[in-house]
Nanobody, 126 residues
Framework: QVQLVESGGGLVQAGGSLRLSCAAS????????MGWFRQAPGKERKFVAA????????YDADSVKGRFTISRDGAKNTVYLQMSSLKPEDTAVYYC???????????????????WGQGTQVTVSS
C-alpha cells in the first residue's frame, strides 16, 4: 500500500507562486510515475502534470505550460509542483497520484493511476 499526503496549498493573489508537495509512505515510491491533477467545484478532475520515476520525463497540461513545473526527490519520497504566475482559474483542489506506468512514453490515463492523495486546496484571488 502507498499513502500520499499533499501539502502547500493556500490562498494566494493572482500572479503569485506556490509550491505543492506530495509525501509518500509505504511501498516503493521512487519507481512510480507521479501525476498532479486538479478539480474545481462542479467540474471534472483534470490532468495537470506527470513525471517518470527517474524524473527525466515530464508532461504538462496545455493550460499550465510555462507556469508550472513538476519535480521529484526519490530519496525523500516526495513529488513537487512549483506553480507561478497563478491565475484565478487555477483555483481548485490539487491531488497527487502514483502510476504503474514507469516509462512515460505517453501521459497515463486516469485508470493507470492506482493511488491518490486526499488533496490540498489552492485558491487564487484577484
Amino acid at each position: 500500500q502507498v499513502q500520499l499526503v499533499e501539502s502547500g496549498g493556500g490562498l494566494v493573489q493572482a500572479g503569485g507562486s506556490l509550491r505543492l508537495s506530495c509525501a509518500a509512505s509505504g511501498r516503493t515510491f521512487s519507481r512510480y510515475a507521479m501525476g498532479w491533477f486538479r478539480q474545481a467545484p462542479g467540474k471534472e478532475r483534470k490532468f495537470v502534470a506527470a513525471i517518470s520515476w527517474s524524473g527525466t520525463t515530464t508532461y504538462d497540461a496545455d493550460s499550465v505550460k510555462g507556469r508550472f513545473t513538476i519535480s521529484r526527490d526519490g530519496a525523500k519520497n516526495t513529488v513537487y509542483l512549483q506553480m507561478s504566475s497563478l491565475k484565478p482559474e487555477d483555483t481548485a483542489v490539487y491531488y497527487c497520484a502514483t502510476s504503474s506506468v514507469t516509462g512515460l512514453s505517453y501521459i497515463p490515463k486516469p485508470v493507470e493511476y492506482n493511488y491518490w492523495g486526499q488533496g490540498t486546496q489552492v485558491t487564487v484571488s484577484s
